[in-house]
């Protein structure tokens, strides 16, 4: 099975930071990757497909990259809105998540 | 509009059986580019994909829970069961649905992302 890790597990970050996650799998996937946003007591949020591309209705913010066995999820300026945990997927598998919270 | 709603038992006891349903509305079971996944939240932790279903009915599973889950559906029902066997307290979980609808596509594979998701429903497993 593939194994999907993520780093950092969790960050403190500041409204206007940049901020960048890691995903890596352990064997290579191309660009079969996908990006959830998760905020406590909602559903998950579908953000990103095929590892760069952006789902319908997200903001131009968060943008995705990478091929093969690492990938990368970027905010390019945090909003309020945008702390919550983080997710990439890979078909079945899951990360671990990402936390990303106030400082 | 789509929605899934999960609705089963919300409380379970050691080595018993869950099933859950997932009823689904504004897509069809049957859809060529649909399929719907069951996900859970234990409290505290990360999300873990449990079982995927295709509108041509083939299935998958997590493999380290496959000898103890089924997934099926019932396309005129709009509705995808999902039985658990063996219930212990570490499977105390929020399960929730998720509609899986074809994104992307190559020539080589189709590229699936869960792009709504139900509430979910909280199951404790407890004597």
């Known amino acids: 099975d593939i194994q999907m890790t993520q780093s950092p597990a969790s960050l403190s970050a500041s409204v206007g930071d940049r901020v960048t996650i890691t995903c890596r799998a352990s064997?290579?996937?191309?660009?079969?990757l996908n990006w959830y946003q998760h905020k406590p007591g909602r559903v998950p949020t579908f953000l990103i497909y095929?590892?760069?591309r952006l789902q319908r209705g997200v903001p131009s913010r968060f943008s995705g990259g990478g091929s093969g066995t690492d990938f990368t999820l970027t905010i390019s300026s945090l909003q309020p809105e945008d702390f919550a945990t983080y997710y990439c997927q890979h078909r079945g598998t899951f990360g671990p998540g990402t936390r990303v919270d106030i400082k | 509009q789509v929605t899934l709603k999960e609705s089963g038992p919300v409380l379970v006891k050691p080595t018993e059986t869950l099933t859950l349903t997932c009823t689904v509305s504004?897509?069809?079971?049957?859809?060529?580019?649909?399929?719907v996944s069951w996900i859970r939240q234990p409290p505290g932790k990360a999300l873990e994909w449990l079982a995927q279903i295709f509108s041509n009915g083939d299935t998958s599973y997590n493999s380290s829970l496959k000898r103890r889950l089924t997934i099926s559906k019932d396309a005129s029902k709009s509705q995808v069961v999902l039985t658990m066997t063996e219930m212990d307290p570490v499977d105390t979980a929020t399960y929730s649905c998720?509609?899986?609808?074809?994104?992307?596509?190559?020539?080589?594979?189709?590229?699936?992302?869960?792009?709504?998701w139900g509430q979910g429903t909280t199951v404790t497993v407890s004597s």
């Open positions: 095929a590892a760069s």
């Open positions: 064997q290579t996937i191309d660009n079969n």
């Open positions: 504004g897509f069809s079971l049957s859809d060529p580019a649909m399929g």
């Open positions: 998720a509609r899986m609808r074809v994104v992307f596509a190559t020539r080589a594979t189709y590229y699936y992302g869960m792009d709504v």
